[in-house]
C-alpha cells in the first residue's frame, strides 16, 4: 500500500514537500514514481526512483525544481518541489512496482500499486 501526503495551497514561487510512504513491500526492492494530473488532463509522469540504486528520473518540467530522495528505512519516498508555478497545480499520485524496467519507467502502466493522491494548489 501506499499513502501519499503532503499537498496544500501554496503561492506560486513556494516550496512544498510531499510524502509517499510505502508499506508491505521492501523498499530497496521497489521502484517508485510520482505523477499528476490536473482536471481534464491525463495523468502525467513527473519523476521517479529506480529501486536499488536509487537513482532519479524526471520529466522536463520538474528538472531543476523538483527533487525525488527516498528514506528506506522508513519505506518513504520524498518529492521536494521548489519555485511552483501556477501550472504544477493538480492531484499528485505515488506508485510503485518490483517489476518496473528503467526503458518504461515514465509510463503509467509500470506501476501496479498507487497511492491515493493529494491535492497541490498553486494560486495568488
Known amino acids: 500500500q501506499l499513502q501519499a501526503s503532503g499537498g496544500g495551497l501554496v503561492q506560486p514561487g513556494d516550496s512544498l514537500t510531499l510524502s509517499c510512504a510505502a508499506s508491505g513491500v521492501t523498499s530497496s526492492d521497489y521502484s517508485m514514481g510520482w505523477f499528476r494530473q490536473a482536471p481534464g488532463k491525463e495523468r502525467e509522469f513527473v519523476g521517479a526512483?529506480?529501486?536499488?540504486?536509487?537513482?532519479?528520473y524526471y520529466a522536463e518540467s520538474a528538472k531543476g525544481r523538483f527533487t525525488i530522495s527516498r528514506d528506506n528505512a522508513k519505506s518513504t519516498m520524498y518529492l521536494q518541489m521548489n519555485s511552483l508555478k501556477p501550472e504544477d497545480a493538480a492531484v499528485y499520485y505515488c506508485?510503485?512496482?518490483?517489476?518496473?524496467?528503467?526503458?518504461?519507467?515514465?509510463?503509467?502502466?509500470?506501476?501496479?500499486?498507487w497511492g491515493q493522491g493529494t491535492q497541490v494548489t498553486v494560486s495568488s
Open positions: 526512483s529506480w529501486r536499488n540504486s536509487g537513482t532519479t
Open positions: 506508485a510503485g512496482s518490483l517489476s518496473a524496467i528503467i526503458s518504461t519507467i515514465r509510463r503509467t502502466s509500470s506501476y501496479g500499486d
